[in-house]
């Protein structure tokens, strides 16, 4: 907490991570936060998306892959309080196609980098989605989005 300065924090694969934490980040260096990454922290939930999104404000960069934890309510919470992520990677979540899709609608024209990678459920309307409103994207990952078709 005395890392006053400090916009960028990865406790990437630290799997005894826990939402408290995120939360105590996001409340004392929220407003300067500029990239954090989460990857692989497997105790977190959607509370720690949500204190993400009511803190950092300015956040550019958010890795959340391989977090089983989360579902569509903390995609949601990215939506509203995100509004400034130019690169989103979402490995693995179990997000729908339509919250998907909706967030998209909301925050895909900041967007430059985008994972949705094993993302099982992504179809029609995320990719009615991307066309749409991520034309800015400048990397997409879709690999193993069995349910995209050409």
Known sequence: MKLHCLEVLSVAGIENVFDEFVMLVALSRGQKLKELNLAGCVMLTNSCLQSIADFCPFLCSLDVSNLRHLTDLGLCYLAVGCKSLKSLNV????????????????????LKELSLNHVSKVSFNTAFSLAKFSRNLVSLDVSWCRELTD
């Open 91 to 110: 490995t693995r979540a179990d997000f729908s196609d339509e919250l998907v899709a909706a967030f998209l609608e909301t925050t895909g024209k900041s």
